[in-house]
Nanobody, 122 residues
Framework: QVQLVESGGGLVQSGGSLRLSCAAS????????MGWYRQAPGKQRELVAI???????NYADSVKGRFTISRDSAKNTVVLQMNSLKPEDTAVYYC????????????????WGRGTQVTVSS
């Protein structure tokens, strides 16, 4: 089974920075994309940033210029560097691995981490 474990959330003041990390483990042969989503109370889960194996990136408009996603495909890890944080960035952040193929498997599946809380105080 594939597991995603996030780390790096916490409480920070407005204007501060946080670095989120996510490591995927299991009998992983390949991962097409790894990314971060977030869900604030009372709101739907939304894409924050995603990075494909082709090095294509996609960021939510609200985080462009402030957040940077990076990935180590060899280690199956993804990092989200968050700078100039705002109170509206407060949410639970979830790591996602898209189209994961495991060894000895012919299917592709998506996986989610359990989430890490990010709270930005004003």
């Amino acid at each position: 089974q594939v597991q995603l474990v996030e780390s790096g959330g916490g409480l920070v003041q407005s204007g501060g920075s946080l670095r989120l990390s996510c490591a995927a483990s299991g009998r992983i042969f390949s991962i097409y994309a790894m990314g971060w989503y977030r869900q604030a109370p009372g709101k739907q889960r939304e894409l924050v940033a995603i990075l494909t194996s082709d090095s294509d990136t996609n960021y939510a408009d609200s985080v462009k210029g402030r957040f940077t996603i990076s990935r180590d495909s060899a280690k199956n890890t993804v990092v989200l560097q968050m700078n100039s944080l705002k109170p509206e960035d407060t949410a639970v952040y979830y790591c996602n691995a898209e189209r994961v193929k495991q060894f000895f498997s012919t299917s592709y599946c998506d996986y989610w981490g359990r989430g890490t809380q990010v709270t930005v105080s004003s």
